[in-house]
């Protein structure tokens, strides 16, 4: 007897999005502005521009004032702390040379307090906060420095805390924990366009753009911020990744193992044009955990894959199929029992999951006791490696051409309005 399993994969489609400022509506009277112990001052209250957008901050049970005046540039709400991550409170202090702005002072530092869905800070209840910085802010929950302003909401399970920021400091808050401070100078301007077109891709999160973890990219803001990642940022300021002129959907990962994966092996109902397979001999994948072997009997193998209907013990284990656009990532996983049953597993990324692997891309060696799996790559294989492109950047190679091997077919263009 055959069954066909389609493991359960989720897949991230491609699409455009309009980032939408976060306006709080006024909620009644005005109150008084906050006894807090911190150094502060009147100082910077602004008039509101009566024709532009604007985000109201503080609200102090209603409070009108001050008006902040939105943002002209493009800019990214990225997830900081939310849901089982949002804390019950939070401080937010302005480094040596910066002052806070908030409710029309100015401090040093500000803390808040999550009570009975409100947020406290000063002995006085606010709805919603918006905390802006004439520097950057530390933020207590993760002890890093940011630019641009926070907003601040009350959550289910905490104080919900997005940094709001321009693209261009979005994408320099990425560089480094995604791709460190050693790269090639080629392949660090690539990066910096994949970075940037992945938050045209993006499909929102809770009232925000993009977390800030590896779900969306890694965000740290300026901690370890590096000059010439900021470098290679500029210089490609505005530039994103198209195809037939829509932003596409710039996949990377770490390693490979010289081949990549196409999208259509990799997750189920895709096949994108441009994430097709291609090979690079020199991709240095056994740095970075991208060359490992696991060993799995058959006890472990039936426990693992029970979850997807195997009811009998796994007797024996295939791929019956690589990746269907060529290369070396495996695509279906035959699995038979000792009832002799045979299961096949389908998409490279639910392969490895199910066996607990670092990727598709393996190949088996039988013992007595069950297998020993012989891995390349570290991830999902499909777009863009990151240890590939930058030895591609070491090989000569210029970023558009580290960007048009990874992407066959797509074109560098400007980012859209937002």
């Not at 002890?143 to 302003?149: I, N, Q």
């Not at 104080?159 to 791709?179: A, C, D, F, Q, W």
């Not at 097709?276 to 991208?290: A, K, L, S």
Request: aromatic share 10%.
């Amino acid at each position: 007897m055959k069954k066909y399993l389609y493991a359960a994969a989720s897949l991230i489609i491609a699409a455009s999005m309009l980032i939408v400022p976060v306006v709080y509506a006024d909620r009644g009277e005005t109150a008084s502005e906050p006894e807090v112990s911190e150094e502060q001052s009147s100082a910077g209250e602004e008039e509101a521009d009566p024709d532009s957008d604007c985000i109201i901050a503080g609200f102090p049970g209603g409070s009108s004032k001050p008006v902040i005046p939105a943002v002209k540039e493009t800019v990214v709400d990225v997830g900081l702390c939310y849901g089982k991550s949002a804390p019950q409170e939070i401080t937010l202090s302005a480094p040596e040379g910066s002052m806070l702005y908030f409710d029309g002072s100015v401090y040093r530092t500000l803390s808040f307090t999550l009570r009975d869905g409100k947020l406290v800070c000063g002995g006085r209840e606010y709805y919603g906060a918006t905390v802006r910085s004439t520097g950057t802010t530390v933020l207590s929950a993760t002890g890093y420095e940011y630019d641009g302003k926070f907003i601040l909401s009350c959550g289910e399970q905490g104080i919900t805390v997005v940094n709001r920021v321009t693209l261009e400091e979005y994408v320099k808050g990425v560089m480094s924990p995604e791709i460190g401070t050693k790269c090639s100078y080629e392949s660090r301007k690539a990066f910096a366009i994949i970075a940037r077109t992945l938050v045209f891709s993006k499909t929102g999160h809770r009232g925000f753009d993009v977390c800030a973890t590896s779900d969306c990219q890694v965000y740290n803001g300026r901690h370890d911020a590096d000059a010439e990642n900021d470098r290679a940022v500029d210089e490609t300021a505005g530039l994103i990744l198209t195809y037939m002129d829509k932003p596409c959907l710039a996949c990377y990962g770490s390693s490979q193992g010289q081949w990549s994966c196409s999208s259509a092996a990799a997750w189920v109902g895709s096949d994108i044009p441009y994430l097709r397979c291609v090979y690079y001999e020199n991709e240095p994948y056994t740095t970075y955990g991208g060359e490992w072997d696991a060993a799995r009997s058959w006890t472990q193998l039936s426990e693992r894959l029970g979850k997807y209907t195997v009811t009998g013990t796994v007797t024996d284990i295939t791929v019956a199929e690589r990746d269907p656009h060529g290369g070396s990532y495996a695509y279906v996983l035959r699995i038979t029992d000792s009832g002799d049953n045979v299961y096949d597993l389908y998409y490279a990324s639910s392969i490895a999951s199910s066996l607990g692997v670092r990727s598709g891309n393996f190949t088996i060696e039988y013992t007595d006791t069950g297998v020993i799996l012989h891995g390349k790559g570290n991830g999902h294989g499909v777009g863009y490696s990151q240890v590939g492109g930058n030895a591609m950047g070491c090989d000569g190679y210029s970023f558009d051409e580290i960007l048009a091997f990874y992407y066959p077919g797509t074109e560098i263009d400007t980012a859209p309005a937002k």
